[in-house]
């Protein structure tokens, strides 16, 4: 089974890269070093929900850009530090442009400093400012331990209005008791989709009812649509009423992320930052950040978009170097090689899909989406379903876990790999020195690789304590829903 891509162009809307790369061709693809390893991976006692035992921190940029943004959630802080207490919000300012090297020092002699105790330490850390302010590397770093989030708009009112929400559902909980889970597949006819609806959404779909039904699972019952271009009004006006119940939901869509024109290269780094990651549904019809930045839209909720550039772009993809190696492989993948993977001047953002989404008073909490290219080996391991860890965010999302838990199931089976990748980086090099043939083949190693970057390329926007505004933790003294779902359309607007 082929290795999908989940990138359309944004003038054709047409697949990238169609058909994918076939798990044997890998043989043939030189693999770039590693980056630093993970060096740290501290352990913690007591219930992670509670801040008063974890604590929560910020980070910022240095200078004047920092005590700005610092002013601008002054309020969610005096909230978090009252929850943990009473005791200080420690604030760490950063330089901008850290890569993971230097991030990794940074860790080790600011953050994990022998001046600060380890019960005073924050494991929910909030960076403020964009990737050119905050570098990804040290999001990703700290992510190795730490539950991260990140908070980027292009204005002060975003700021505002996100801190606002925050604060509002916190004081005025939804009167819902039980969460409902929402799962989207945009059916657009790609070889990439048809893969991500067949070992992806429908088993989490199936799954998650199951679970529903024994009782295992105390939630609605999941609501799952499959979105083909056909039908009444637009794709994006049924995606819209899909997610508008007042209910506090957990969105998890699969989609292509919108990427660079076919014919031409973006004009502006403007135009890019505008269109790049927004979801490409059904017969060219996209869903762009305007379309989520008025009106209910998973208010209170969460939202997992899968699909390329959906959280934003880096300054320079993991895999340009790798892919020059591809059209040697895949004859379609010529084009898409010289098809630039970051903005026209380098500078990395976060997408203006997850940022209006955000911004909305009446939008979601929280979003988990891709910072880079979506591979389909996040969740198809040379054909087989590998499902189970994105149903386990949306469930524990749904059982009102602090969101920042939620990149848990993701981040754990990367850190392994990337332990794996050195340790068959060692019996390489014996295998070399003792002139006998490696124990792995270059294709697992290459499968490895990818996947490993396509699971720690996913990142947390919003605030990794917040979690849904239900009045209660679901579950507790209360029989879950035994009512039976099936997929339907989303409901009509009158």
């Known amino acids: 089974m082929p ?21 044997e061709s890998l043989r043939g693809v030189t693999v ?10 501290r352990a913690r006692t007591g219930d992670p929900h509670d801040l008063h035992k974890q604590r929560w921190g910020l980070v910022v940029p240095q200078g004047e850009a920092g005590r700005h943004l610092l002013e601008l959630v002054a309020p969610l802080r005096d909230f978090r530090q009252r929850e943990q207490g009473g005791h200080p919000v420690r604030v760490y300012e950063v330089r901008p442009g850290m890569d993971r090297e230097a991030a990794h020092r940074w860790l080790e002699k600011e953050f994990e400093g022998e001046q600060v105790e380890e019960e005073d330490r924050p494991r929910y850390l909030l960076i403020l400012g964009d990737l050119d302010a ?26 505002r209005a996100y801190v606002n929400k925050v604060l509002r559902w916190a004081e005025h909980p939804s009167p819902a008791l039980l969460a409902r889970p929402l799962f989207y597949t945009a059916r657009d006819g790609s070889l990439a989709t048809r893969q991500g609806h067949d070992l992806l959404m429908r088993p989490c779909f199936e799954t998650s009812t199951e679970r529903q039904e024994a009782g295992l699972q105390h939630m609605q019952p999941p609501l799952s649509w499959e979105e083909t271009g056909e039908g009444p009004g637009s794709a994006v006006e049924r995606f819209l009423r899909f997610a508008s119940d007042a209910t506090p939901s957990m969105l998890f869509s699969l989609s292509h992320g919108q990427g660079t024109p076919e014919r031409r290269a973006w004009t502006s780094f403007e135009e890019q930052r505008a269109q790049q990651g927004a979801l490409v549904l059904a017969r060219g019809q996209v869903l762009t950040a305007k379309d989520v930045a008025r009106g209910p839209f998973l208010p209170g909720g969460f939202w997992f978009g899968l699909a390329c550039f959906s959280a934003g772009t880096p300054a320079h993809s993991c895999y340009e170097t790798w892919l020059q190696d591809l059209p040697s492989l895949h004859p379609a993948a010529a084009r898409f090689t010289k098809t630039p993977l970051h903005s026209p001047d380098g500078r990395p953002f976060i997408a203006a899909l997850p940022q209006a989404a955000l911004a909305n008073p009446e939008g979601p909490l929280a979003m988990v989406g891709h910072i880079d290219l979506a591979w389909t080996t996040s969740f198809n391991d040379q054909g087989s379903s590998r499902h189970k860890k994105f149903r386990d965010i949306i469930e524990a999302v749904g059982h009102r876990h602090r969101v920042g838990l939620a990149l848990t199931p993701l981040l754990a ?23 006998r043939r490696a124990r792995v083949s270059d294709t697992e190693t290459a499968f490895d690789w990818l996947q ?16 849904l505004p239900l009045p209660a933790p679901p579950g507790q003294g209360r029989q879950p829903c035994r009512s039976t779902d099936v997929a339907r359309p989303p409901p009509s607007s009158s």
């Open 3 to 23: 290795i999908e891509l989940l990138l359309s162009h944004a003038d054709t809307h047409t697949p990238v890269l169609e058909p994918g790369v076939e798990a």
């Open 32 to 41: 770039p070093p590693r980056a630093s390893r993970s060096r740290y991976l």
């Open 134 to 159: 905050v570098s990804l590397e040290l999001q990703q770093v700290l992510a190795i331990d730490g539950l991260v989030g990140r908070l980027a708009f292009p204005t002060d009112d975003g700021y």
């Open 413 to 435: 089976p990367a850190n392994r790999l990337e332990r794996r990748q050195g340790a068959r980086a060692h019996d390489a090099y014996k295998s070399k020195k003792a002139k």
């Open 452 to 467: 490993y970057h396509d699971l720690a390329s996913y990142i947390l926007l919003g605030d990794p304590a917040v979690h």
